[in-house]
């Protein structure tokens, strides 16, 4: 029997989410950058000897059934290796809040690939892990290496990016009582917006293009582009707890800027240093208890999913 295998499984923000266009499958095209933070769940895989899979997870009010993204990833990781009679036993430690836009679940899922591909032995590639996760999710490809992606098509299409200003501090918040579904973002999105999209292959390059010669983060230099997130337009007006964040956040001193997370309702602000973050964290506590939002003093992390130990 192999020992057992521990990895973290980072969340994301997004530092920029732009919706280009509708494709024919129904998805949206996209054009976004990823940021892994220091929140974290951990994931514990052992062998079994009768080939079952079962989760156990100490979040009462998450699935450990079949919807379960990681149930799901070791189920394909199991079908795709060819051994029908390979087993585990995993255990959730859940700390990233759920339905958050923080990719909590993506990132336990490809936890899942990156764990167990080491406990059996199938030495499966990155790309190849990634074109799996790219099955079961949209954020799923980019939460295995994480760090700064560019990400674009529905999420999949990863272009890694060099690290960003390591120093920078994050105050993210979230009202424990809300959580926004993203079908319904984009489909909200859909209503919206119309017929105003992008329409062609051209359009959508020429803004990949333009993300791609950005200085992500670098705010002591000043070239920093501002955050922008689509979807925050779409959900801010119609989810109170994301425009009270917004709000609150905006007016933090030292904020350098602040945005919802990918389809929310989870917003952050940006501070030059984890100091910062902490500190703000420290001034605004009492407004944010009143707000009904939880708050978390983050750093920004150059790695998707890691083996522990
Ligand atoms: O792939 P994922 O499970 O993350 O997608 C959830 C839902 O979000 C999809 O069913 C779709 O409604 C919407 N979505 C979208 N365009 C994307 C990603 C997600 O419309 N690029």
Redesign the pocket.
């Known amino acids: 029997m192999t020992a057992p295998v521990c990895v973290t499984a980072p969340a994301k923000i997004n530092l920029h989410l732009e919706v280009l266009g509708l494709r024919a499958d129904?998805?949206?095209e996209?054009a976004m950058v990823m940021q892994s933070i220091d929140l974290k769940d951990e994931l514990r895989c052992e062998n079994t000897s009768d080939g079952s899979l079962s989760l156990s997870c100490d979040a009462a009010e998450l699935s450990c059934g079949q919807d379960n993204l990681i149930v799901r990833a070791a189920q394909l990781l199991r079908e795709r290796s060819g051994f029908s009679e390979l087993g585990a036993r995993m255990h959730l430690s859940k700390r990233i809040p759920i339905g958050a836009g923080l990719a909590g679940g993506s990132s336990d899922g490809a936890a899942a690939l990156v764990a167990l591909n080491e406990l059996w032995g199938l030495g499966v590639g990155v790309d190849q892990l990634e074109r799996l996760a790219a099955e079961l999710?949209?954020?799923m490809p980019f939460c295995v290496a994480g760090g700064t992606q560019l990400c674009f098509g529905?999420?999949e299409r990863l272009e890694p990016l060099p690290p960003v200003e390591a120093k920078l501090g994050l105050l993210l918040v979230k009202d424990p009582g809300v959580s926004v579904s993203?079908?319904w973002a984009?489909?909200e999105c859909r209503r919206q917006r119309g017929n105003v999209y992008l329409h062609d292959e051209a359009a959508f390059e020429a803004r990949r293009q333009n993300l791609r010669a950005a200085q992500w983060l670098h705010p002591l230099g000043g070239k920093s582009p501002p955050l922008r997130n689509d979807l925050q337009t779409v959900v801010a007006p119609l989810t109170p707890s994301v425009k009270n964040a917004l709000r609150c956040l905006e007016t933090l001193p030292g904020c350098l800027q602040a945005a919802m997370s990918g389809s929310g309702p989870s917003c952050f602000a940006l501070f030059s240093d984890r100091d910062g973050a902490d500190r703000a964290r420290d001034v605004v506590q009492d407004q944010l208890e009143e707000l009904g939002l939880r708050s978390w003093s983050c750093s920004l992390i150059p790695h998707g999913v890691k083996l522990m130990g």
Do not use: A, I
Request: proline fraction near 8%.
């Open positions: 129904g998805f949206h996209l999710g949209s954020d529905r999420g993203t079908p984009y489909s």
